[in-house]
C-alpha cells in the first residue's frame, strides 16, 4: 500500500462527514444505541465498536488504521504517552518469574520500567550489548519470554540485526518488541525483519509539532486484540480525539518533514566533521560507522539526530557554547519543527566521560541559518 495513498486517503470516509477534507473530530466520552440488542453486541464487541472513548473512538481509530498501514502491521493501539506504549507492550507479554533480555541504555523510562517497577513482581530483565548477536544466545534462558530493542539508541545509536535476531526468537518461541522511535516506519520496518511489536514515542516524528504527547503500539491482529481487552483497558492510558485528530493533521505532512530534517542534517555533518573543534560525531550514517552495512540494510534514509563529542572538555564552556546558540532550544525529546540541543552534563556528573557530549535534533530550519550559529559559536570554544 503506497504511504501517499495511506496519509491522505486510507480511512478517511468522507461521504461519512459531508465530503470535508479534513475529518471531524468525535468528541465524546459515550456512544448510544437504539435497542438493547445493539446495545449488548457493542458492549461483547468493544474493539470493533464504539461504547465507551476510553475504549475506541472513530477519530483515534483513523488514526490507528494509518499508523498500522504505514508500519506494514495488522493493527495499532494509540496511548497517551510512548511510555504508555512502553508499558503496555512489555506487560502484556510476561507473567511472574518471567525474564527479559534488553539491550543497553534505552530509554530511561524504560529501563526503570524493568529495574524498578517489574522485579516488584518476580520479572528480572537482563542488559547486554545488542550489536552482537552472540550476546543474546548466551543471555536467553528457558525463562525469557521477552526481548527488548530499541534501533538506534538514541544517544550513540547503535543498531541491532534485526532479522537476525527476530529469527533467533522464533526458534526459541520468545516475543519481540522494539522502540523504533527514532526511525518511523519510514525509515525502517522492523515488522519486515520478522519483529512482532514495534513500538513508538508519537509524540516526535508523527506529530512534529511539539504540542501533543502519544504513543502507538504495531503488531497482528491477535496481539493488539490480546492487548487492548487487558493491560489498554485496565491501565486507561488512552490518546483523546483532540490529540488524535492533530496527529492526523501532522501524517499528511510526515514525508516532507523527514525529508527537509535528513537533507539539513547531512549538510550540517558535513561541516562539523571539518570544524577542529569536534572530537567525535555518532550518528547512524557516518561511513566510519563500524555497522554502516547493517545501517544501509535495516533504515531506508537519513534521519535528525546525532550525537557530538567537543574537544573542550572544560563544562562551562560546553554550557556556555550551548546556551549560546540562537538557533537551537535545550530540550528533551526530538522530531519537531524546532531545532534542539540536549548537553549531557545536565544528566551527569562534571567528570563523568560522557559530559562533554551534546546530541541534536535538527528541525525544520534551514541548515545554512543553523550552521552559521554553530560556526560563530564553535569559533568561540
Same mark, same amino acid.
Given at each position: 500500500?503506497?504511504?501517499?495513498?495511506?496519509?491522505?486517503?486510507?480511512?478517511?470516509?468522507?461521504?461519512?462527514?459531508?465530503?470535508?477534507?479534513?475529518?471531524?473530530?468525535?468528541?465524546?466520552?459515550?456512544?448510544?444505541?437504539?435497542?438493547? #440488542?445493539?446495545?449488548? =453486541? !457493542?458492549?461483547?464487541?468493544? @474493539?470493533?465498536?464504539?461504547? =465507551?472513548?476510553?475504549?475506541?473512538?472513530?477519530?483515534?481509530?483513523?488514526?490507528?488504521?494509518?499508523?498500522?498501514?504505514?508500519?506494514?502491521?495488522?493493527?495499532?493501539?494509540?496511548?497517551?504517552?510512548?511510555? !504508555?506504549?512502553?508499558?503496555?507492550?512489555?506487560?502484556?507479554?510476561?507473567?511472574?518469574?518471567?525474564?527479559?533480555?534488553?539491550?543497553?541504555?534505552?530509554?530511561?523510562?524504560?529501563?526503570?520500567?524493568?529495574?524498578?517497577?517489574?522485579?516488584?513482581?518476580?520479572?528480572?530483565?537482563?542488559?547486554?550489548?545488542?550489536?552482537?548477536?552472540?550476546?543474546?544466545?548466551?543471555?536467553?534462558?528457558? @525463562?525469557?519470554?521477552?526481548?527488548? +530493542?530499541?534501533?538506534?539508541?538514541? *544517544?550513540?545509536?547503535?543498531? &541491532?540485526?534485526?532479522?537476525?535476531?527476530?529469527?533467533?526468537?522464533?526458534?526459541?518461541?520468545?516475543?519481540?518488541?522494539?522502540?523504533?522511535? =527514532?526511525?518511523?516506519?519510514?525509515?525502517?520496518?522492523?515488522?519486515?525483519?520478522?519483529?512482532?511489536?514495534?513500538?513508538?514515542?508519537?509524540? @516526535?516524528?508523527?506529530?512534529?509539532?511539539?504540542?501533543?504527547?502519544?504513543?502507538?503500539?504495531?503488531?497482528?491482529?491477535?496481539?493488539?486484540?490480546?492487548?487492548?481487552?487487558?493491560?489498554?483497558?485496565?491501565?486507561?492510558?488512552?490518546?483523546?480525539?483532540?490529540?488524535? *485528530?492533530?496527529?492526523?493533521?501532522?501524517?499528511?505532512?510526515?514525508?516532507?518533514? +523527514? @525529508?527537509?530534517?535528513?537533507?539539513?542534517?547531512?549538510?550540517?555533518?558535513?561541516?562539523?566533521? $571539518?570544524?577542529? $573543534?569536534?572530537?567525535?560525531? *555518532?550518528?547512524?550514517?557516518?561511513?566510519?560507522?563500524?555497522?554502516?552495512?547493517?545501517?544501509?540494510?535495516?533504515? $531506508?534514509?537519513?534521519?535528525?539526530?546525532?550525537?557530538?563529542?567537543?574537544?573542550?572538555? #572544560?563544562?562551562?564552556?560546553? $554550557?556556555?557554547?550551548?546556551?549560546?546558540? &540562537?538557533?537551537?532550544?535545550?530540550?528533551?525529546? *526530538?522530531?519537531?519543527?524546532?531545532?534542539?540541543?540536549?548537553?549531557?552534563?545536565?544528566?551527569?556528573?562534571?567528570?563523568?566521560?560522557?559530559?562533554?557530549?551534546?546530541?541534536? =535534533?535538527?528541525?525544520?530550519?534551514?541548515?545554512?541559518?543553523?550552521?552559521?550559529?554553530?560556526?560563530?559559536? +564553535?569559533? +568561540?570554544?
Amino acid at each position: 500500500m503506497n504511504d501517499s495513498y495511506i496519509i491522505n486517503q486510507l480511512a478517511e470516509n468522507r461521504e461519512q462527514y459531508f465530503h470535508a477534507v479534513a475529518p471531524p473530530i468525535i468528541q465524546t466520552s459515550n456512544f448510544a444505541y437504539p435497542t438493547v #440488542d445493539e446495545f449488548a =453486541y !457493542a458492549v461483547t464487541h468493544e @474493539k470493533d465498536e464504539h461504547i =465507551y472513548t476510553r475504549g475506541n473512538n472513530p477519530t483515534v481509530n483513523m488514526l490507528c488504521q494509518k499508523m498500522a498501514a504505514l508500519e506494514g502491521a495488522e493493527d495499532c493501539l494509540m496511548v497517551g504517552s510512548g511510555a !504508555a506504549a512502553i508499558t503496555n507492550a512489555i506487560m502484556s507479554q510476561v507473567s511472574m518469574g518471567d525474564h527479559i533480555v534488553s539491550v543497553k541504555n534505552v530509554y530511561s523510562w524504560a529501563t526503570r520500567l524493568m529495574t524498578n517497577t517489574l522485579p516488584r513482581f518476580g520479572i528480572t530483565t537482563t542488559f547486554i550489548d545488542g550489536t552482537d548477536i552472540n550476546n543474546f544466545v548466551e543471555t536467553i534462558s528457558d @525463562k525469557t519470554r521477552l526481548i527488548y +530493542l530499541e534501533s538506534p539508541i538514541s *544517544w550513540t545509536f547503535e543498531i &541491532q540485526d534485526l532479522e537476525k535476531i527476530a529469527e533467533l526468537a522464533r526458534k526459541k518461541g520468545i516475543i519481540t518488541i522494539i522502540d523504533n522511535s =527514532y526511525c518511523t516506519a519510514l525509515c525502517q520496518k522492523p515488522i519486515e525483519f520478522g519483529i512482532d511489536i514495534i513500538i513508538y514515542s508519537a509524540t @516526535k516524528y508523527y506529530n512534529g509539532h511539539s504540542d501533543i504527547v502519544a504513543g502507538a503500539i504495531c503488531g497482528s491482529k491477535e496481539k493488539m486484540t490480546q492487548i487492548f481487552y487487558n493491560e489498554y483497558m485496565t491501565f486507561g492510558n488512552i490518546l483523546s480525539p483532540q490529540n488524535a *485528530w492533530l496527529m492526523l493533521r501532522s501524517l499528511r505532512t510526515l514525508p516532507i518533514r +523527514l @525529508k527537509q530534517s535528513s537533507e539539513s542534517t547531512l549538510k550540517i555533518l558535513d561541516f562539523l566533521r $571539518k570544524s577542529p $573543534k569536534i572530537d567525535k560525531i *555518532w550518528y547512524p550514517f557516518e561511513e566510519s560507522n563500524p555497522q554502516i552495512d547493517l545501517v544501509n540494510k535495516q533504515m $531506508k534514509m537519513p534521519m535528525g539526530m546525532f550525537t557530538v563529542s567537543l574537544k573542550n572538555k #572544560d563544562i562551562s564552556s560546553i $554550557k556556555k557554547f550551548c546556551e549560546s546558540l &540562537q538557533s537551537f532550544l535545550i530540550a528533551v525529546s *526530538w522530531g519537531g519543527h524546532e531545532s534542539l540541543i540536549m548537553p549531557k552534563c545536565a544528566f551527569v556528573s562534571e567528570t563523568d566521560p560522557q559530559a562533554s557530549m551534546i546530541r541534536f =535534533y535538527i528541525g525544520l530550519e534551514e541548515a545554512d541559518y543553523i550552521i552559521e550559529d554553530l560556526e560563530k559559536n +564553535l569559533f +568561540l570554544l
